[in-house]
């Protein structure tokens, strides 16, 4: 952890001067530590949405949103992409630093040991509906794995956490096509030790015994790319979540299961698969994007673009840059997808253009091109966001274990409180 302190803030309040100490990160980002703030003062700060909060220092990522910057653990985006595979940077991201040779065949032969579900797990599969949520059965199933599974119960143990995480890795990917086949009805495919962590997703998800499902190279990678984009955004909704739970000391999996809930809204994870039903509705309705734009911008009309916006990133994010390069390689040979990929380009086109988008900082988010390659790959649509869940699931234990591993406090926000002063109490026979 790299913190300088030195400069001070100074606040003026009831004509008292406080000094404030400033932190600074390693890449320069300034914050003003108001923690003894209460106490010497009674006030607190206001801050909805926590859009000026730092909830914690954390050593993990660092995104600089006007830029368009993002790396883990000092990596750029980019090159992970481009050169590592999801496993090596769920080591990253867990271990702070790329693993050797050795230590990266110990890890896999960790996923690959952890990969099957406890068969008594399956029964809880058979419970639910049989168009149950995929997310809504992922979230349950992480849950119960606080039953099925040793927990990290004593915090000094560092194996036990390595482990904990390694079987949440794995098994994820299980729990997720179990889900997946679970709406199709079709029988579950068991993961296979030959092969690495994408191959296995992706047959456990295709693979029957009537479609002998063939592996591609070039969609084993494309899954490794999208897997990498999603596995950390520092403090967003989801990870806010795991933390905020966490610091409790609710055991990990309860604070994974909590974080996937938070995931799966529209404004967060779910909006690649609101991105597919808001394509399919442009062109459902004859391709018109100026009327779906149009909508967004009425402030009577709840409607957003799924797809736009972050709260971090006021410029083009970096992931959206990656993915739409790869929509456009991928979808080159699926000719009944192209329609989709035009509309999505040309809406892009036209939103760039547009004086509400470009003044409010607008740009297409990691959603609007994610759901265009999902597809290409033969995820249905409910099963996008249970992607995003995998892809985000090292982040979420990387922070977890940053948390635990630090002497944390409990989260707990404060409120200005904004309700009735003290009321009398009256009896029932007594009211009018
Ligand atoms: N379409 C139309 N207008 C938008 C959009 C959008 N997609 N996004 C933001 N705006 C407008 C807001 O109406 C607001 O306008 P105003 O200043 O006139 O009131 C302004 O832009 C700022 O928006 P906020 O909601 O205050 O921005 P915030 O940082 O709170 O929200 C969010 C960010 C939730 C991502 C928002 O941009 C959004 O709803 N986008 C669509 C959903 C989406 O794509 N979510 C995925 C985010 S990425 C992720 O979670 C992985």
């Known amino acids: 952890m790299t913190i300088t302190k030195g400069k001070?803030?100074?606040?003026?309040?009831?004509?008292?001067?406080?000094?404030?100490?400033?932190v600074v990160g390693s890449e320069g980002e300034h914050g003003i530590d108001?923690?003894?703030?209460?106490?010497?003062?009674?006030?607190?700060?206001l801050d909805e949405g926590y859009g000026?909060?730092?909830?914690?220092?954390?050593?993990?990522?660092?995104?600089?949103?006007?830029?368009?910057?993002?790396?883990?653990?000092?990596?750029?985006?980019?090159?992970?992409?481009e050169q590592s595979s999801f496993t090596e940077a769920c080591y990253l991201l867990l271990h702070d630093r790329l693993p050797s040779s050795e230590q990266m065949k110990t890890f896999s032969r960790l996923l690959n040991q952890h990969s099957l579900l406890h068969e008594d797990m399956r029964h809880l599969f058979s419970a639910f509906p049989h168009d149950a949520h995929p997310m809504n059965i992922l979230g349950t199933m992480v849950n119960a794995m606080?039953?099925?599974?040793?927990?990290?119960?004593?915090?000094?143990?560092?194996?036990?956490?390595?482990?904990t995480a390694a079987r949440l890795i794995s098994k994820i990917r299980t729990i997720a096509c179990y889900a997946h086949k679970k709406?199709?009805?079709?029988?579950?495919?068991?993961?296979?030790?030959?092969?690495?962590?994408?191959?296995?997703?992706?047959?456990?998800?295709f693979w029957s015994p009537v479609n002998n499902y063939e592996l591609k190279p070039d969609r084993v990678r494309a899954l490794n790319t999208l897997l990498i984009l999603h596995a950390d955004h520092e403090q967003n909704c989801s990870t806010s979540t795991v933390r905020l739970v966490g610091s409790s000391q609710a055991n990990l999996y309860a604070s994974i299961s909590a974080g996937i809930s938070a995931l799966w809204g529209p404004l967060h994870g779910g909006a690649n698969q609101a991105v597919l039903d808001m394509l399919n509705a442009i062109q459902t309705e004859g391709?018109?994007?100026?009327?779906?734009?149009?909508?967004?911008?009425d402030k009577t009309d709840n409607f957003r673009l799924s797809g736009f916006g972050h709260r971090v990133y006021k410029n083009y994010d970096p992931r959206a840059t990656i993915l739409k390069k790869m929509c456009m390689n991928i979808l080159e040979e699926e000719a009944a997808q192209q329609p989709l990929l035009d509309i999505a380009l040309r809406?892009?086109?036209?939103?760039?253009?547009?004086?509400?988008?470009?003044?409010?900082?607008?740009?297409?988010?990691?959603?609007?091109?994610?759901?265009?390659?999902?597809?290409?790959?033969g995820f249905p649509t409910?099963?996008?966001?249970?992607?995003?869940?995998?892809?985000?699931?090292?982040?979420?234990?990387?922070?977890?274990?940053?948390?635990?591993?630090?002497?944390?406090?409990?989260?707990?926000?404060?409120?200005?409180?904004?309700?009735?002063?003290?009321?009398?109490?009256?009896k029932i026979e007594d009211r009018g």
């Open 8 to 22: 001070k803030a100074k606040l003026t309040l009831d004509g008292q001067e406080l000094d404030l100490d400033v």
């Open 34 to 45: 108001i923690s003894k703030l209460r106490a010497k003062t009674g006030y607190i700060t």
């Open 52 to 81: 000026n909060t730092g909830s914690c220092t954390s050593d993990i990522t660092f995104i600089n949103g006007e830029e368009g910057i993002l790396r883990y653990r000092g990596y750029r985006i980019e090159d992970l992409c």
């Open 146 to 163: 606080s039953s099925f599974y040793p927990n990290v119960d004593s915090l000094s143990m560092r194996e036990s956490i390595d482990l």
């Open 183 to 205: 709406n199709t009805g079709d029988p579950i495919v068991y993961p296979q030790k030959d092969y690495n962590y994408c191959e296995n997703f992706l047959n456990m998800m």
């Open 287 to 297: 391709g018109d994007i100026q009327r779906f734009i149009d909508r967004a911008k």
């Open 347 to 377: 809406l892009e086109a036209a939103v760039l253009k547009d004086e509400y988008f470009v003044s409010r900082k607008l740009y297409p988010n990691v959603d609007f091109y994610s759901g265009l390659v999902y597809m290409a790959l």
């Open 382 to 426: 409910n099963m996008f966001t249970v992607l995003f869940t995998i892809g985000r699931l090292p982040g979420w234990i990387a922070h977890w274990k940053e948390m635990v591993q630090a002497p944390a406090k409990i989260g707990r926000p404060r409120q200005i409180y904004t309700g009735k002063q003290e009321q009398q109490y009256i």
